[in-house]
């Protein structure tokens, strides 16, 4: 039985590290794009992406979870909050 209270969003995601900030580009082909300043290396960049997402949507870095492509730049990452609440805050996000 699942401890999470609500749904997991499924969010591909395209990183680029070493970029010169941490940004949330937005939306290309259904796949979100970030920019980290972390080199792809130890799990630096991965720690990143998890770090921007989390303060993007407000929420703690244990309700994201990375689940495929950690030594990728294409990732499947799973948010633990509704759908509709990722789509608005990244929203919000991107002005």
Do not use: C, F
């Amino acid at each position: 039985m699942s401890q999470r209270p609500q749904p997991g969003t499924r969010l591909r995601v395209r990183v680029q590290p070493k970029a010169s900030r941490n940004q949330v580009v937005g939306y290309r082909g259904g796949t979100l794009r970030l920019r980290v300043t972390a080199p792809p290396e130890g799990g630096q960049a991965n720690e990143a992406v998890v770090t921007l997402l989390a303060q993007t949507l407000d929420i703690a870095k244990s309700r994201i979870e990375i689940v495929r492509g950690h030594a990728s730049r294409d990732k499947m990452v799973v948010v633990w909050l509704a759908p509709e609440e990722v789509r608005r805050r990244l929203e919000a996000e991107a002005g």
